[in-house]
């Protein structure tokens, strides 16, 4: 079992990785002091549930947690003020109080969405993250919570920590490909700003990664979260280094608005955003590598590398208007300058991305 501690003073928390951490669940929950007196509510999806829940009610019911669960549909969707409104009523209906805890149970819409109940009921609950994708060590950690607006991902949230998250590695096992993929990109993001070697080592280790070797993954997903935690200790509420995990954001929320939050992933988008941001770079000075391994490592992941030609251009650029990178009439982008280094910078023409976007449409090697 590896662990790893994000330093937030009074509100630091630790990360638990590892194999059969579901199972013994009770354990970590006595260790952090959940409360056995006031109810928990598990928030869980249509595709998690199933799989995952019944084994989780029944160790926490069976050391003494009161349990109530709500399930949600699958899917960006559910990251709605309808769905939370939904989560809410529970809540209350089942009795939570201020001891209470919210507990998420899957990947990063039931994190975020969860964890955005958890930070605005009575004022803010207690709140556990037990992640069950790839793409969730990035979302689970650092306590950004949230749900969308038609016009834009994440523009009603919170930051709001997590008590502790709980990794069990062996609930990966039961993502399909596309899943594993879309986690991998936000893995392969945290060496793009970070590890120049970690992103050698995923070039080299990715038949591993996609088969979900036990190994590879746990060292893969520490090394992630490390990265994470890292940023995140240093600046906590995104005034400054922490804008740098939004590598490829910019205009991958942009395509998930745009999409209606369905035909891309969020790590398919993040994929394509990233291909733009590494674009962007080499038009501001970065050497062609940047472009040229950020494009290997994850076409390789089988992540698309390409803009789907029929999104429109104009749409993606007023989404990227209504995005929080925008502001004071000038698109903040992180813009990598190598391998492993980015920077964040606030002077990037409209234009300038506004031809990315349109070079990303393109078959074309764009050196």
């Known amino acids: 079992m590896r662990e790893l501690k994000v330093e937030l003073g009074e509100r630091s928390y630790p990360i638990y990785i590892g194999e059969g951490l579901l ?16 109810p928990l509510l598990i928030v869980t999806d249509d595709h998690i549930g199933p799989l995952y829940l019944e084994a989780l009610e029944s160790v926490l019911t069976e050391n003494g947690y009161r349990v109530i ?6 899917g960006e969707s559910s990251k709605s003020l309808s769905v939370f409104e939904h989560l809410v009523t529970k809540a209350l209906e089942g009795g939570l109080d201020r001891k209470s805890t919210v507990v998420a149970l899957g990947g990063g819409v039931v994190g975020d969405l969860a ?3 958890a930070a605005a009921y ?3 609950v207690r709140f556990v993250q037990i992640p069950t994708t790839i793409l969730a060590h990035d979302s689970s950690v650092g306590g950004k919570v949230a749900v969308n607006h038609p016009l834009a991902k994440n523009i009603i949230g919170a930051f709001h920590q997590p008590a502790f998250v709980l990794y ?8 399909p490909l596309r899943q594993v993929q879309c986690g991998l990109a936000e893995v392969i993001k945290h060496g793009l700003i970070w590890d120049e070697a970690f992103v050698d080592w995923c070039d080299t280790n990715m038949e591993k990664l996609l088969a979900l070797d036990s190994e590879a993954l746990g060292y893969a997903l520490h090394k992630g979260c490390s990265v994470k935690a890292a940023v995140v200790s240093e600046d906590e509420t995104e005034n400054g280094l922490r804008a740098i995990l939004n590598l ?3 205009i991958g929320h942009a395509l998930e608005a745009v999409a209606g939050y369905g035909e891309l992933t969020h790590g398919e988008a993040i994929s394509i955003g990233m291909i733009g941001s590494a674009l962007v770079g080499v038009k501001l000075g970065a050497p062609n590598e940047v472009y040229e391994t950020t494009r290997r490592v994850l076409g390789k992941s089988g992540l698309p590398v390409r803009l789907p030609s029929h999104m429109d251009t104009d749409a993606i650029m007023n989404a990227m208007m209504h995005d929080k990178k925008f502001t004071e009439g000038s698109i903040v982008y992180v813009v990598p300058t190598a391998i492993g280094r980015v920077e964040i910078r606030s002077d990037v023409p409209v234009s300038l991305v506004r031809d990315t976007v349109e070079l990303l449409k393109q078959e074309a090697d764009w050196r």
């Open 69 to 74: 669960s709500a399930v949600v549909p699958a």
């Open 248 to 250: 490829g954001h910019t």
């Open 115 to 117: 964890g955005y109940v």
């Open 168 to 175: 069990d590695l062996l609930t990966l096992q039961s993502l």
């Open 23 to 38: 199972k013994e669940a009770a354990s970590y929950f006595d260790k952090h002091g959940v409360s056995k007196k006031s």
């Open 122 to 124: 009575m004022r803010g």
